[in-house]
C-alpha cells in the first residue's frame, strides 16, 4: 500500500485539483493507495472541499480544530501511516505539500526508487534562482546555516519534504522516541530534523531530482526566510548523520 500523506492549511484553492492529480498518477502507477490529509486548523472552505473528494477518492482527513504547524501536522500523518501499514516492509509514505509547490507526477518515482531496494528517497529541488525571494534567500544561505549538518546529510537537499519511506523505517523511529514528539522545529528545519532520525534506520538511501513549482502558487508563499534560519541554526549542533550503511544513491 501506498500512502500519500499531505499537510494542509488553507489550501481550498489548491488541495482538490492536487487530490485528482494523485488519483491520475497513482491509476497509471497502478498500485494501492491511500490518500492521507491533515487538515491543520484551516479556516477556508478546504474541509468541504476535502468532503467532496472524500466521496469519490480513499481519502482518509485527519482535522484539527486549532492550528498545529507543520510539524506537527506531519507527524500525525506519519504516526496514522504506521498505525495502517500491515505490510511495513512493503508499504510506503509519500510526503508532499498541498500547495502545487510539489508535482505529484513525481511519486511514480519516488515510488519505484523505493520498490528497487531504497528504504529513503528524497526529492531534491533543481537549484536555480526559481521561487520568491525569501525562498531564494533562505536556500542560498541554508547550507552556511546548517554547517557540517548540512555536508554530512545523505543527500544533496536535505531541506526538502517531498520524499518516501519505507513504512518499516518510520515504526522504527516511532520506536525509538517512545511517545516523544518528534520534531522540535517547523517547516525546512523539520524535513532536516526527520531525516535525520530515519537515516540511522535506513541501509539504502536515495534522491530523485524535482522541480518545485512556486510559480503555479495561488497565494504567497508562506516561507519566512529568517524565522526558516533561525530554526536551521537550531539544528546544526546536533549529532545526526553519523556514519550508517545509507548511502547517496
Request: charge should be positive.
Amino acid at each position: 500500500m501506498i500512502y500519500v500523506c499531505i499537510p494542509v492549511h488553507d489550501e481550498a484553492r489548491t488541495v482538490g485539483v492536487l487530490l485528482w492529480k494523485i488519483r491520475k498518477v497513482m491509476a497509471e502507477l497502478v498500485r494501492d493507495y491511500e490518500i492521507l490529509v491533515f487538515d491543520d486548523g484551516s479556516g477556508d472552505d478546504t474541509a468541504a472541499t476535502l468532503e467532496r473528494y472524500r466521496k469519490v477518492l480513499p481519502l482518509t482527513v485527519l482535522r484539527s480544530a486549532e492550528r498545529l504547524g507543520y510539524a506537527r501536522a506531519l507527524e500525525g500523518l506519519l504516526r496514522e501511516v504506521t498505525r495502517r501499514a500491515a505490510y511495513p516492509k512493503r508499504d510506503i509514505a509519500v510526503t508532499l505539500q498541498g500547495d502545487f509547490t510539489d508535482d505529484p507526477a513525481h511519486v511514480s518515482v519516488l515510488v519505484k526508487t523505493i520498490e528497487g531496494g531504497a528504504d529513503v528517497v528524497a526529492g531534491c529541488a533543481v537549484q536555480g534562482g526559481s521561487g520568491p525571494r525569501s525562498v531564494r534567500w533562505a536556500r542560498t544561505l541554508a547550507p552556511w546555516v546548517l554547517g557540517g549538518l548540512f555536508l554530512r546529510a545523505p543527500v544533496s537537499d536535505p531541506l526538502c519534504g517531498f520524499r518516501a519511506y519505507r513504512a518499516i523505517v518510520l515504526k522504527k523511529v516511532f520506536r525509538d522516541e517512545d511517545g516523544v514528539p518528534l520534531f522540535s522545529t517547523e517547516g525546512w528545519a523539520t524535513n532536516v530534523e526527520l531525516l535525520g532520525l530515519v537515516a540511522p534506520h535506513a541501509r539504502r538511501i536515495e534522491e530523485s531530482p524535482i522541480e518545485t513549482r512556486y510559480d503555479l502558487q495561488v497565494r504567497p508563499s508562506r516561507v519566512r526566510s529568517f524565522g526558516m534560519l533561525k530554526d536551521l541554526f537550531r539544528v546544526r549542533g546536533r549529532p545526526w548523520f553519523l556514519p550508517t550503511e545509507a548511502t547517496r544513491g
